[in-house]
């Protein structure tokens, strides 16, 4: 996530900075330094405001899963996080789901391959 983006975010979610920081429990003086450019949005912070943009755009009765957007059989399916939690819309946000056939072992490698998916860009 880059500092366009986070700030695209905050206005979206009607946020002053201070409201952000307090909702992502940081200093304001971070989320300044985020949209600034000054600071790198570490990973849990991008997860964090994913998340909640999520839940504010795609209304609960109208979140598709990502098992059903991909057709996967039953036997991967069984083996992801994202099915064993019934989170198929936050796919993108669990860990150790079966995208592309295996595990991805970071945060930056996993959000890499989400961002060409079209459950994360539902949110893009």
Known sequence: MNATEFKTYRSEMKKSQLRMAHLLGVSLKAVQG???GWRNIPPSIERQVLFLVC?????????KTCWEARNCPHQKKAQCPAYEFKVGHLCWFVNGTLCDGKPQQSWEKKIE?????????LLM
Do not use: V
Request: glycine share 4%; with cysteine; aromatic share 4%.
């Open 34 to 36: 985020y949209e600034q």
């Open 55 to 63: 839940q504010l755009r795609i209304p609960s009765g109208e979140r």
């Open 113 to 121: 391959t989400c961002r060409k998916c079209e459950m994360l860009e």
